[in-house]
């Protein structure tokens, strides 16, 4: 079996039962087709790049998997089919999945941190003389 990791974009407007269902689902169709579910985490609310179906923000979620080669397009199938679920993509691990240690030990910034402006140290940088 091959690995693969599955992100997928849910409407920010779903239930905790509605994101419960969805989830479910995918790891239902994974385990279906023989595959095995590592992980699933959420990932939180984050602003879009762009507007997607008139949504601003969505609810990310990663999935770490195994499955047959046939397994990535069904999902992708199944995804563009689910009105709950704004985009996915499934990439293929070459490395195989991580071993716990290589894991993060913290999980994402929230989204505000991530778009806040970087800072910079008083100092850091070298004085420009005019020219």
């Known amino acids: 079996m091959r690995a693969y990791e599955m992100m997928y974009i849910a409407r920010p407007d779903l239930s905790i039962e509605d994101m419960e269902d969805v989830a479910r689902r995918l790891a239902e169709?994974?385990?279906?087709?023989g595959g095995n579910v590592?992980?699933?985490?959420?990932?939180?609310?984050?602003?879009?790049?762009y507007e997607i179906a008139g949504y601003r923000e969505g609810l990310y979620?990663?999935?770490?998997?195994?499955g047959s080669p046939d397994l990535p397009k069904e999902l992708q199938r199944i995804v563009g089919l689910t009105d709950k679920v704004l985009r996915g993509l499934v990439v293929r691990l070459e490395k195989g999945l991580p071993q716990k240690e290589d894991l993060p030990a913290e999980a994402p910034e929230a989204a505000e941190e991530e778009t806040a402006a970087p800072q910079v140290e008083a100092g850091t940088e070298e004085p420009v003389s005019p020219a």
């Open 29 to 33: 169709l994974v385990l279906r087709h």
């Open 61 to 66: 979620f990663l999935m770490l998997f195994e």
């Open 38 to 49: 590592h992980s699933l985490e959420p990932w939180g609310r984050r602003r879009l790049a």
